[in-house]
């Protein structure tokens, strides 16, 4: 973490953005799965950082390292065994056993702060302290909200720097800087600010000290009263002169003349005998550089004064935040579960603060007309403290998605790039098994645009978790909006070709591909060749049958008669359920009547249906005992389900009936197409309640064959 160039911040209101410290955590933290890194580093070479020339340690890995190691490999999800890795190495004290495991963990789980540390101190007791920094600054980018770990730094830094050098100071002031932006406004950064104060005392800097418990004292933290008194302690310990700035001192002098001024001038008792007289031509006496101790008590004073308003104005932004922080027991990253209890507490401490941000954005819109640039600056406080406490949320819930998700709501209006930092940080860090936040990550970028990043990312995706429906179906989609018809079918036939050892997935995807075929490519002879090797495959899915169907009805019903009946005929003969198949007869019927050329293939198919119902029904009185108890048809496919009225057309003429509609099996017929015979249930028509005699009216236009 470069310590050069890095900005003052003079503003104690103005905060870094946090989605700013994490873009580079993306670039140093490739979003490749730990399993390919542990491939590539199963011959024990190092999978981290080496110096140039640097020669590592030879000879073989710890007798147990290989084993431990493909535990990890096999499942890079078993927090477990890479704990026991990382012990075995340690207690082994081999360095190129532990650089190896330590890269491949951190990787994984960069979040664990502990661990950054342990990486640091091996390479600092290994002598190598360009390594330690490395490791650190690593860390850092990982998660720059961790206290601890800039401490660590920082106190690496100082142990190893020529504090004698002008150089090192400024380094240290720099990473001083860049850790309380980066983690200053965290609830429990209070040992960071203390640090920085301290140091500042020890390199003589007493008015830069005192802008440090300034600064803090505008944060709200958990030890807010102790910097206050501290602070306190320091104004009285020293002349104002030593522990302000010079812009500071002349502005709390100058108050002091203007108030010892306007005081003399309302003292009732002066008179003009009394006041001092100088000859004339004798000016008043040259300032020679120390206030008297009527000027520095009085200093102090004012000092007192601005800085109680000052403790004021932060001790109620504490109390606001006391209870949310108070219900957050664990703050740090670990995979055991958190209880709902600790979930909530986040949820609710978000949703406060993003309230709190959202009426400061709405006060300083109304007070931009006055051009107050006070809440203009609350406005910007508000949403640093909201990205704060996300990012802080964040660690301690970082394998829960719907976080990462509000993050993402939180961050829409601000900005493209930030919402994408978010999506990346989740996806091929913390999440990367987790498909539904990738799909939406997708999503995002081809809504914005960005077509070959989506592809990127489903491609990524289903390498990482191969075989979702969900995700290869999202691919074909994509590459069908891109106009890229002939990648999408490449993708389905694959799809196809690979699942017929699931004749089950096997089915659907061919269903999905004769879909597409006739509706996108226009080709129903090829959409026909799919269903019927899929039925081939699977004899007994009447899925694939009602598709085939479907698409059989879908042409000009004159030309392709023939086939219909023929599909129908199929499904009949199939070993499907007798429920289906009184559905596919039905159809049949409907088609016979309605395109039917000759009465005898009405009559056939009559019959057929007929002899159907009988089946069902006396298999129906067999188990339940009685025709009481009906059940309704499963829906084979809502999409393609027919829709008929359920009242006949109130002009209906009284003509006798020259079909016989189906039965309705008890009177309900849930099925695909069991509100057509409701069509036939109107008054004028009689009723038809059982199957025993269904069509015994009827029987002079249908004579037994």
Not at 85 to 105: I, V
Not at 403 to 428: I, M
Not at 447 to 452: L, Q, V
Request: net charge negative.
């Amino acid at each position: 973490m470069a310590a050069e160039g890095t900005e003052d911040l003079g503003n104690n209101e103005q905060l870094t953005n946090p989605s700013e410290l994490y873009e580079p955590e993306v670039a140093d933290l490739p979003g490749t799965d730990v399993k390919e890194s542990a491939e590539s580093g199963a011959d024990g070479g190092d999978t981290g950082f080496t110096a140039e020339g640097e020669e590592e340690e030879e000879g073989d890995m710890p007798a147990d390292f290989q084993r431990l190691w493909k535990l990890t490999s096999d499942n890079p999800q078993d927090f477990n065994s890479w704990t026991d890795l990382l012990q075995y190495c340690e207690q082994e004290g081999h360095m190129r056993a532990c650089r190896q495991a330590l890269n491949a963990f951190l990787l994984r789980y960069p979040l664990c702060y502990g661990y950054w540390k342990k990486f640091a101190d091996l390479e600092r007791r290994a002598g190598h302290i360009d390594k330690a920094e490395e490791v650190c600054e690593r860390g850092l980018k990982a998660i720059p909200l961790s206290v601890d770990l800039w401490i660590h730094y920082i106190n690496l830094l100082l142990g190893t720097l020529n504090m004698n050098l002008p150089e090192s100071t400024q380094r240290i002031h720099s990473v001083f800087e860049e850790a309380v932006a980066a983690a200053g406004w965290d609830f429990h950064s209070d040992r960071l600010w203390d640090l920085y104060a301290e140091w500042e005392k020890e390199q003589g800097n007493l008015n830069f000290m005192t802008g440090v418990y300034d600064r803090v004292l505008r944060v709200p933290t958990q030890l807010y009263n102790t910097h206050y008194e501290k602070l306190k302690a320091h104004l009285t310990s020293h002349p104002p002169r030593d522990v302000l700035s010079p812009e500071e001192y002349s502005k709390v002098r100058n108050e002091y003349k203007q108030s010892h001024i306007q005081a003399k001038k309302e003292r009732s008792d002066t008179s003009a005998e009394e006041e001092e007289e100088r000859p004339p031509g004798e000016e008043e006496p040259a300032d020679n550089g120390k206030d008297s101790e009527e000027a520095v008590q009085k200093m102090r004073e004012l000092l007192m004064v601005s800085l109680e308003e000052l403790y004021q104005q932060n001790e109620a932004e504490v109390r606001k935040r006391w209870n949310f922080e108070d219900a957050i027991k664990r703050p740090y990253f670990h995979v055991k579960p958190l209880d709902r209890a600790q979930l909530k507490a986040w949820q609710s401490y978000l949703d406060w603060e993003i309230a709190e941000a959202e009426t400061a954005a709405v006060d300083a819109e109304g007070a931009a007309v006055e051009g107050n640039e006070g809440s203009k600056q609350k406005c910007i406080t508000g949403h640093n403290r909201v990205l704060i406490l996300f990012e802080r949320c964040l660690i301690a819930c970082a394998l829960y998605e719907e976080f990462w998700n509000k993050y993402v709501h939180y961050l829409a209006p601000h900005g493209l790039e930030e919402v994408r930092n978010v999506y990346r940080r989740a996806c091929e860090i913390h999440l990367p098994y987790k498909h539904s936040i990738h799909l939406q990550w997708a999503s995002f970028e081809e809504k914005h645009g960005n077509i070959t990043e989506a592809q990127r990312i489903l491609e990524s995706l289903e390498m990482t978790v191969p075989g979702l429906a969900a995700v290869r179906l999202r691919r074909v989609g994509l590459e069908r909006r891109a106009g890229r018809l002939d990648v999408a079918e490449a993708l389905l036939k694959e799809t196809v070709e690979k699942s017929k050892d699931n004749p089950q997935l096997h089915a659907f995807y061919s269903i999905k591909l004769a879909r597409f075929l006739h509706k996108l490519c226009k080709s129903p002879t090829r959409a026909r060749t799919v269903l019927q090797e899929a039925i081939e495959l699977s004899p007994d899915n009447g899925r694939l049958y009602h598709n085939l169907l479907e698409l059989e009805m879908s042409g000009d019903p004159r030309a392709n008669g023939g086939g219909i009946l023929q599909c129908v005929a199929k499904a009949l003969a199939a070993p499907l359920s007798p429920k289906t198949k009184i559905i596919f007869s039905q159809r049949g019927l409907q088609f016979a009547e309605d395109f039917g050329t000759t009465i005898q293939s009405v009559l056939s198919m009559y019959e057929e249906h007929q002899k159907l119902l009988k089946e069902h029904d006396g298999k129906r009185q067999a188990e339940n005992g009685s025709n009481d108890d009906t059940e309704k048809m499963r829906k084979i496919d809502d999409a393609s389900a027919l829709t008929v009225p359920q009242t006949a057309p109130p002009t209906m003429p009284h003509v006798p009936i020259t079909t016989p509609p189906p039965s309705m099996m008890g009177g309900d017929m849930s099925g695909s197409y069991g509100s057509y015979g409701s069509w036939y249930q109107q008054q004028q028509y009689g009723g038809y309640g059982s199957y025993q005699n269904p069509w015994s009216q009827y029987n002079q236009y249908y004579p037994p064959s």
